[in-house]
């Protein structure tokens, strides 16, 4: 069958890709370059978690921050990303620190080589990964430069799109089965994302080729229902909230992430929009579809705010990685273009000119960009060690620590132990009581017996009898004054 002849990488191919590979590690690892430690909040709580995992040797486990309450499959629908690295951890031997650091770089390394894999196909597989490196990193929309399940979830809505544009064959529909299962474990807004990119290329499908549209509909659909059940306790909830109206993130503004891609990228995803409707085909028009459904998914939840919140923030990633896609096709159109002209030379490599130039245009404006997105770090050097110490030498009788609600997540991460509260989203009363015991120089004894607090730290002065200070910013509650 035809879709299984694989297409001759041409040799100019070996040359550029490896160049696009180097700027996709260079620009992803950005946040991380100039700090060794988790920069977002929630690389530092996936770090918490991993490790429970491991030391519990199960999914279901005590929150690491509280002890308070058993994080089930319900209510930690990411077990199967702790897991995972948890296990890795444990098998290569990898600090922590450098599987934050450095891996989501090389994982978005596959990421791009799976969209050169999807879009060598179509004849526009260099283009689409150089795009794929631009789909940019911020605190609100996350991306693929963090320690979060959604960056390795990228790489698998490439690879599915791979499977169901040119495979026929039963392993071909047990693989996306085994995709679409294992982003429901890890990231099930990725899965989503998968199904809605998909579902216009099986709706093209149907009158000519229903047993394939069946078959793709099966894989997709059955792990939302058969492995995973506790998804399926989520889907009605989940639907009915789609009729009424959502919370808005002001945060995060779709035109603005528009902006950031970039100008260039956006006006090629235009241009690739015609030349794959001109082109015509179910893939294209299956890409084309696809990119407009996520469009327009976006569209009513930032207009209306009908939707899923979730499908909103981390959408608008995955709307520009189909981008990044499209966009490829785009500039694929402008590097064939060919003038009449008498001069043999420009006539012949005018597309590649054009080319050229849109590339360096792109950047000389993108890199700069993407160089001066701004990123927030919870702790310093001092702050780490601290911690590290708490760890290695605080023992199981002092349990619960309070310190500056801001950098209690990434304490619990370190040290392993629980903190009387935490800043995640926003402050809270209890982040108010922390800052006011903090600066009356930790006088409240009573305050400490009552909620079993047994370790302080702080940069600031402690003025209390009661605490000894065992190392610089670190106080224990004395023995005799009672113990959390």
Known sequence: MEQHKIPQIPKIDYVILPLIMVLAFYLVFLPHQNFPYPVHIDEWVHLAYSNEVIQSGSITFIDPFHGQRTMSLTANLEAAFQMFWGVFHQISGISWITIVRYFPAIIFLFTVLSVYIVARRE?????????????????GIMGPAFFIPMALGLVFIPLS?????????????????????????????????????????????????????????????????APFPWIFSKLEPTAMSLFAPQPFPDYIQLPLVIQTYGYLPVAMCLVGTFMLAVRGGRKGYGLVFGLLTLLVMLAVFYTYHYGISIMYERGLTYMMLIMSVVAGAGLMAVKNIRLPLKVPFINQNMGWILCAVIIIATLIIGIPARQDIPFYYMIDTKDYEAFVWVRDNVDDRYQKAILDPWKATPFTAIAGKYVYTRT?????????????????????TAFLKENGISIVYTTGTCDNPDLTEVRENIYLLKKDSGKG
């Open 123 to 139: 004849g526009f597989g260099w283009e689409a990964a150089f795009f794929t490196c631009l789909v940019p990193t911020t605190v």
């Open 161 to 225: 799109i791979f499977l169901v544009f040119n495979f026929r064959t039963v392993w071909s529909y047990l693989t996306l089965f085994i995709f679409a299962a294992f982003l429901l474990a890890i990231h099930a807004p990725t899965a989503i994302a998968v199904v809605l990119v998909l579902l216009p290329y099986i709706l093209l499908n149907l009158k000519d080729n229903f047993k394939h549209s069946l078959l793709t509909t099966l894989a997709l659909a059955v792990p939302f229902l």
């Open 424 to 444: 995640h989203a926003f402050p809270t009363e209890q982040d108010r009581q922390v800052n006011l015991f903090l600066n009356n120089g930790c006088k409240d």
